[in-house]
């Protein structure tokens, strides 16, 4: 039998490998410079930790979690998303008596069922940061501002943040029932979804993608005129403090949220490079979650992006061209004398830290050399047992064709000078 990998998921090779860390390097440096600290939680949790953290009602619980009963029958779960373990993480260990403003980032794995499509798998990769401890509308902006600063620091142009306001537990009750009263009107005509959603979370109607219920909905009330005055002047004030940072946005009152405890600001970063799937990234403040999972009331504010839809925007610029890793130098071994000597000399060279590669197919020199073009090598010295016996090598320049014969003894002090 000829296995396969699982629908949704997909291996990531050695000749990617390293736009992963590109990516991933640039990330936590750019999260370092804003003081967010990285954080690891497991791959599963315990069930009930997103069903009451998310909400029953939304998708992910509903349709997408990798749900499991471990041997001992307690109900586990492949992590959809990443706030409500980081939220976990935070109660369990005191992260909050430990000073009072917690920063914290990750990048991660995540799981949930859903179709496979261009930039959306089953397991993907999500980075984002978490600002825990305060209610101040600059966290909102610093979290913004953070996002914004990520993509700059990729050089993708074609990207747009906007926000909105989804309000708090005081006014987006009378909301929903506004919302609802005037989807009533014509709630037959919504897609079979959204119909769904109209008692439930009828909020998420305004964020379908189907163009009957956009068109539905286009004169639909939007929450952003129908908060409460603390929420409004926080609102107010995140654009403020976005204007003050010169960080572009616009508004959106369709923006919402499919997760229940979210509350004021949210905010998406979308790109024009990804055509139908084109969100980069989303978050905003949460200030309910704490609470629902067993903790006291923590305003909390941050967000989560797909680092598959990064790469696939970055890939549109050609920005990975030529830079996967290869050897600085390639040990050519003429002879059995020279498989000896190369393996001994790439060890030394390794030891000082220049990457070095020799051949382990046995193969011909001239086989050797096309090999070493191939994996790009920098340099390639060519032994046997002419040149251990008169402790001379040549080393050949493979970018400019140049040959040189250095002393055995210099090897390492010539590589050192030539790959500063």
Same mark, same amino acid.
Not at 39 to 62: H, K, M
Not at 350 to 373: T, Y
């Given at each position: 039998?000829?296995?396969?990998?699982?629908?949704?998921?997909?291996?990531?090779?050695?000749?990617?490998?390293?736009?992963?860390?590109?990516?991933?390097?640039?990330?936590?440096?750019?999260?370092?410079?804003?003081?967010?600290?990285?954080?690891?939680?497991?791959?599963?949790?315990?069930?009930?930790?997103?069903?009451?953290?998310?909400?029953?009602?939304?998708?992910?619980?509903?349709?997408?979690?990798?749900?499991?009963?471990?041997?001992?029958?307690?109900?586990?779960?492949? #992590?959809?998303?990443?706030?409500?373990?980081?939220?976990?993480?935070?109660?369990?260990?005191?992260?909050?008596?430990?000073?009072?403003?917690? #920063?914290?980032?990750?990048?991660?794995?995540?799981?949930?069922?859903?179709?496979?499509?261009?930039?959306?798998?089953?397991?993907?990769?999500?980075?984002?940061?978490?600002?825990?401890?305060?209610?101040?509308?600059?966290?909102?902006?610093?979290?913004?501002?953070?996002?914004?600063?990520?993509?700059?620091?990729?050089?993708?142009?074609?990207?747009?943040?906007?926000?909105?306001?989804?309000?708090?537990?005081?006014?987006?009750?009378?909301?929903?029932?506004?919302?609802?009263?005037?989807?009533?009107?014509?709630?037959?005509?919504?897609?079979?979804?959204?119909?769904?959603?109209?008692?439930?979370?009828?909020?998420?109607?305004?964020?379908?993608?189907?163009?009957?219920?956009?068109?539905?909905?286009?004169?639909?009330?939007?929450?952003?005129?129908?908060?409460? /005055?603390?929420?409004?002047?926080?609102?107010?004030?995140?654009?403020?403090?976005?204007?003050?940072?010169?960080?572009?946005?616009?508004?959106?009152?369709?923006?919402?949220?499919?997760?229940?405890?979210?509350?004021?600001?949210?905010?998406?970063?979308?790109?024009?490079?990804?055509?139908?799937?084109?969100?980069?990234?989303?978050?905003?403040?949460?200030?309910?979650?704490?609470?629902?999972?067993?903790?006291?009331?923590?305003?909390?504010?941050?967000?989560?992006?797909?680092?598959?839809?990064?790469?696939?925007?970055?890939?549109?610029?050609?920005?990975?061209?030529?830079?996967?890793?290869?050897?600085?130098?390639?040990?050519?071994?003429?002879?059995?004398?020279? #498989?000896?000597?190369?393996?001994?000399?790439?060890?030394?060279?390794?030891?000082?830290?220049?990457?070095? /590669?020799?051949?382990?197919?046995?193969?011909?020199?001239?086989?050797?050399?096309?090999?070493?073009?191939?994996?790009?090598?920098?340099?390639?010295?060519?032994?046997?047992?002419?040149?251990?016996? #008169?402790?001379?090598?040549?080393?050949?320049?493979?970018?400019?064709?140049?040959?040189?014969?250095?002393?055995?003894?210099?090897?390492?002090?010539?590589?050192?000078?030539?790959?500063?």
């Amino acid at each position: 039998m000829k296995f396969k990998s699982v629908k949704g998921t997909k291996d990531i090779l050695p000749e990617d490998i390293f736009k992963w860390h590109f990516v991933e390097q640039k990330i936590r440096s750019i999260m370092h410079t804003f003081n967010y600290r990285e954080i690891r939680t497991p791959v599963f949790e315990e069930t009930a930790l997103f069903s009451r953290g998310i909400g029953e009602l939304t998708d992910i619980v509903g349709k997408e979690m990798y749900t499991f009963p471990d041997r001992s029958g307690t109900s586990l779960t492949l #992590k959809p998303e990443m706030t409500a373990a980081v939220m976990r993480a935070y109660l369990q260990n005191n992260l909050g008596e430990q000073q009072p403003l917690t #920063k914290v980032y990750y990048i991660s794995p995540m799981f949930r069922q859903e179709r496979p499509q261009a930039g959306r798998l089953r397991q993907f990769h999500q980075f984002g940061a978490e600002s825990i401890g305060s209610s101040n509308p600059t966290s909102d902006a610093e979290i913004i501002s953070l996002s914004n600063q990520i993509y700059k620091s990729f050089e993708i142009r074609n990207f747009k943040t906007s926000i909105n306001s989804v309000g708090c537990e005081k006014c987006r009750p009378q909301y929903k029932e506004i919302l609802k009263n005037h989807l009533m009107g014509f709630a037959q005509k919504l897609s079979e979804e959204s119909q769904k959603r109209l008692e439930q979370n009828p909020l998420r109607i305004l964020d379908s993608k189907n163009e009957t219920d956009r068109e539905l909905t286009k004169n639909a009330p939007l929450v952003k005129d129908h908060l409460c /005055e603390e929420c409004a002047n926080h609102f107010s004030e995140v654009q403020q403090i976005l204007n003050k940072l010169n960080v572009p946005y616009s508004i959106d009152g369709r923006i919402v949220r499919g997760l229940d405890y979210y509350t004021k600001t949210a905010y998406e970063i979308v790109s024009s490079d990804l055509g139908s799937q084109d969100a980069l990234a989303g978050g905003g403040r949460y200030d309910l979650l704490v609470e629902q999972i067993g903790g006291k009331i923590t305003p909390s504010v941050g967000f989560a992006a797909g680092i598959e839809r990064l790469l696939m925007t970055l890939e549109k610029g050609n920005v990975f061209s030529g830079n996967d890793i290869s050897p600085d130098v390639f040990i050519a071994a003429a002879d059995d004398l020279g #498989k000896i000597w190369a393996i001994e000399t790439a060890m030394k060279l390794r030891n000082v830290g220049i990457p070095s /590669e020799i051949d382990f197919l046995n193969r011909s020199l001239k086989a050797q050399m096309r090999e070493a073009d191939r994996q790009k090598a920098r340099f390639v010295i060519v032994a046997g047992a002419t040149e251990i016996e #008169k402790q001379s090598f040549t080393i050949k320049n493979m970018q400019t064709g140049v040959q040189m014969d250095v002393p055995s003894s210099e090897i390492l002090n010539h590589f050192q000078n030539e790959t500063r």
